[in-house]
Protein backbone atom coordinates (compact mmCIF):
# COMPACT_ATOMS: atom_id res chain seq x y z
CA UNK A 1 0.00 0.00 0.00
CA UNK A 2 1.52 3.14 -1.24
CA UNK A 3 -1.28 5.74 -0.81
CA UNK A 4 -0.75 8.10 2.26
CA UNK A 5 -2.81 6.94 5.12
CA UNK A 6 -4.34 10.07 7.73
CA UNK A 7 -5.93 9.99 10.46
CA UNK A 8 -7.49 13.20 11.63
CA UNK A 9 -8.76 12.89 15.33
CA UNK A 10 -10.54 15.50 17.44
CA UNK A 11 -10.10 15.07 21.24
CA UNK A 12 -9.08 16.99 24.39
CA UNK A 13 -6.14 15.21 25.53
CA UNK A 14 -2.97 14.25 24.33
CA UNK A 15 -2.19 11.23 26.67
CA UNK A 16 1.67 10.03 26.40
CA UNK A 17 0.88 6.63 26.98
CA UNK A 18 -1.76 6.36 24.00
CA UNK A 19 0.74 8.46 21.74
CA UNK A 20 3.94 5.78 22.95
CA UNK A 21 1.13 2.96 21.80
CA UNK A 22 0.09 4.87 18.63
CA UNK A 23 3.67 5.53 17.59
CA UNK A 24 4.51 2.02 17.65
CA UNK A 25 2.15 1.18 15.20
CA UNK A 26 2.92 4.25 13.16
CA UNK A 27 6.50 3.55 12.68
CA UNK A 28 5.79 -0.29 11.68
CA UNK A 29 2.57 1.19 8.75
CA UNK A 30 5.53 3.65 7.81
CA UNK A 31 8.05 0.88 6.48
CA UNK A 32 4.75 -0.09 3.89
CA UNK A 33 2.87 3.68 3.26
CA UNK A 34 3.14 6.89 4.70
CA UNK A 35 1.14 7.99 7.39
CA UNK A 36 0.51 10.89 9.04
CA UNK A 37 -1.32 11.52 12.31
CA UNK A 38 -3.15 15.07 12.48
CA UNK A 39 -4.63 15.78 16.15
CA UNK A 40 -7.78 18.68 15.70
CA UNK A 41 -8.22 20.71 19.16
CA UNK A 42 -11.10 23.46 18.78
CA UNK A 43 -12.59 25.15 21.40
CA UNK A 44 -15.47 26.72 21.67
CA UNK A 45 -17.42 29.39 23.73
CA UNK A 46 -20.43 26.95 23.61
CA UNK A 47 -21.71 23.80 25.35
CA UNK A 48 -21.11 20.16 23.95
CA UNK A 49 -22.75 21.03 20.69
CA UNK A 50 -20.83 24.20 19.80
CA UNK A 51 -17.79 22.19 20.70
CA UNK A 52 -19.10 19.25 18.31
CA UNK A 53 -19.71 21.81 15.47
CA UNK A 54 -16.41 23.28 15.93
CA UNK A 55 -14.56 20.36 15.98
CA UNK A 56 -16.34 19.07 12.61
CA UNK A 57 -15.53 22.46 10.89
CA UNK A 58 -12.06 22.65 11.83
CA UNK A 59 -11.96 18.20 10.72
CA UNK A 60 -13.17 19.57 7.40
CA UNK A 61 -10.92 22.34 7.11
CA UNK A 62 -7.84 20.32 7.68
CA UNK A 63 -8.96 17.75 4.90
CA UNK A 64 -6.80 17.43 1.96
CA UNK A 65 -8.27 18.54 -1.12
CA UNK A 66 -8.99 15.57 -2.87
CA UNK A 67 -9.20 12.82 -0.25
CA UNK A 68 -10.95 9.38 0.61
CA UNK A 69 -12.93 10.05 3.50
CA UNK A 70 -13.49 7.25 5.87
CA UNK A 71 -14.89 7.72 9.46
CA UNK A 72 -15.31 6.19 12.42
CA UNK A 73 -18.85 6.05 13.55
CA UNK A 74 -20.67 3.07 15.23
CA UNK A 75 -23.84 3.46 13.06
CA UNK A 76 -21.32 2.73 10.11
CA UNK A 77 -20.55 -1.01 8.62
CA UNK A 78 -18.52 -3.22 10.43
CA UNK A 79 -15.58 -4.87 8.26
CA UNK A 80 -13.39 -8.21 9.07
CA UNK A 81 -9.65 -7.33 8.98
CA UNK A 82 -9.17 -9.28 5.73
CA UNK A 83 -12.21 -6.92 4.27
CA UNK A 84 -10.62 -4.08 5.56
CA UNK A 85 -7.03 -5.62 3.90
CA UNK A 86 -8.79 -5.88 -0.16
CA UNK A 87 -10.30 -2.41 0.74
CA UNK A 88 -7.12 -0.85 1.64
CA UNK A 89 -5.32 -2.58 -1.47
CA UNK A 90 -8.62 -1.19 -3.51
CA UNK A 91 -8.12 2.12 -2.78
CA UNK A 92 -4.43 1.90 -2.84
CA UNK A 93 -4.57 0.87 -6.11
CA UNK A 94 -7.28 2.72 -7.59
CA UNK A 95 -7.09 6.57 -6.05
CA UNK A 96 -3.98 8.86 -6.04
CA UNK A 97 -4.80 10.65 -2.92
CA UNK A 98 -4.76 10.24 0.73
CA UNK A 99 -6.94 8.17 2.57
CA UNK A 100 -8.46 9.76 5.68
CA UNK A 101 -9.52 8.42 8.89
CA UNK A 102 -12.04 10.48 10.75
CA UNK A 103 -12.38 10.27 14.46
CA UNK A 104 -14.66 12.13 16.63
CA UNK A 105 -13.56 13.32 20.57
CA UNK A 106 -15.65 12.22 23.27
CA UNK A 107 -18.74 13.92 21.79
CA UNK A 108 -18.64 12.03 18.48
CA UNK A 109 -18.06 12.93 15.33
CA UNK A 110 -19.92 15.83 14.17
CA UNK A 111 -23.09 15.06 11.70
CA UNK A 112 -21.52 17.24 9.24
CA UNK A 113 -17.98 15.74 8.98
CA UNK A 114 -20.18 12.16 9.01
CA UNK A 115 -22.11 13.55 5.57
CA UNK A 116 -18.70 13.73 4.24
CA UNK A 117 -17.56 10.78 4.67
CA UNK A 118 -17.35 8.37 1.50
CA UNK A 119 -17.57 5.41 3.96
CA UNK A 120 -18.31 4.85 7.71
CA UNK A 121 -16.39 2.22 9.67
CA UNK A 122 -17.61 0.65 12.87
CA UNK A 123 -15.53 -1.31 15.39
CA UNK A 124 -18.99 -2.79 16.77
CA UNK A 125 -21.68 -1.06 17.98
CA UNK A 126 -20.32 -0.28 21.61
CA UNK A 127 -18.45 3.09 21.45
CA UNK A 128 -14.87 3.55 22.02
CA UNK A 129 -13.50 6.22 23.77
CA UNK A 130 -10.79 8.51 20.74
CA UNK A 131 -7.46 7.88 21.87
CA UNK A 132 -8.63 3.52 22.17
CA UNK A 133 -10.87 4.16 18.92
CA UNK A 134 -7.37 5.70 17.66
CA UNK A 135 -4.94 2.58 18.55
CA UNK A 136 -7.45 0.20 17.53
CA UNK A 137 -7.45 2.13 14.20
CA UNK A 138 -3.49 1.98 13.55
CA UNK A 139 -3.49 -1.77 14.72
CA UNK A 140 -6.62 -2.94 12.14
CA UNK A 141 -4.31 -0.50 9.40
CA UNK A 142 -1.26 -2.64 10.36
CA UNK A 143 -2.54 -5.72 10.29
CA UNK A 144 -4.77 -4.86 6.82
CA UNK A 145 -0.98 -4.24 5.65
CA UNK A 146 0.11 -6.93 7.34
CA UNK A 147 -2.71 -9.11 5.28
CA UNK A 148 -2.16 -7.30 2.16
CA UNK A 149 1.77 -8.09 2.20
CA UNK A 150 2.03 -11.59 3.64
CA UNK A 151 3.86 -10.27 6.73
CA UNK A 152 3.52 -12.95 9.47
CA UNK A 153 1.41 -10.81 12.18
CA UNK A 154 -2.49 -11.98 11.35
CA UNK A 155 -3.55 -15.33 12.01
CA UNK A 156 -6.61 -15.96 10.66
CA UNK A 157 -9.48 -16.72 13.80
CA UNK A 158 -11.23 -19.70 11.95
Avoid: N
Wanted: with cysteine; proline share 5%.
Amino acid sequence: MARQIRILWAGQHQRKPWEHLCEDYRSRIQRYAPIRDHWIKARSKGGDLARRKAEGEAMLAALPDPCWTIALDPRGKMSSSEELAIELRRLADEWPHPIVFLIGSDLGLAEQVVKRARRRLSFGPMILGHELARLVLYEQIYRAISIDRGIKYHRSAF
